[in-house]
């Protein structure tokens, strides 16, 4: 399926305060939602307590290859990328010469 690219903003989209589980339950639903393809056909139990060690370490690796996919097929600035910041999940702004997190518009306090 070739879908077209969505632009997006920098921002916040998935609050941490949903927690780890729920939001990687919402981060791949957003992700399918834009085209993305599991290789694998995963149910998603009812809690995070239902989650195996190994379940949960797939779930990691699924959403870290995720933030990738994201990054590679949604239109936003070349200094933004999908990713966690501080517990919260989105698509995040950085400086060109160190990497660290930046407000869009402002420049890098370390650099």
């Keep these: 399926m070739n879908m077209e690219k969505e632009k997006f903003e920098v921002g916040c989209y998935f609050d941490g305060a949903f927690g780890f589980y729920n939001n990687a ?6 992700a399918e939602g834009l085209g993305w393809n599991s290789p694998f056909t995963f ?23 995720i933030e990738e996919w994201l990054t590679d ?14 517990g919260d999940f989105g698509l995040w702004a950085h400086c060109e010469e160190c990497g660290e997190f930046i407000n869009k518009g402002e420049g890098c306090i370390i650099c």
């Design 73 to 86: 097929n949604t239109i936003h600035e070349e200094n933004e990328s999908w990713c966690w910041s501080d």
């Design 43 to 65: 149910e998603f139990p009812d809690s995070a307590s239902d989650l195996s060690d190994d379940n949960h370490q797939w779930l990691v690796e699924t959403i870290d290859e």
């Design 25 to 30: 339950v919402r981060i791949v639903a957003f």
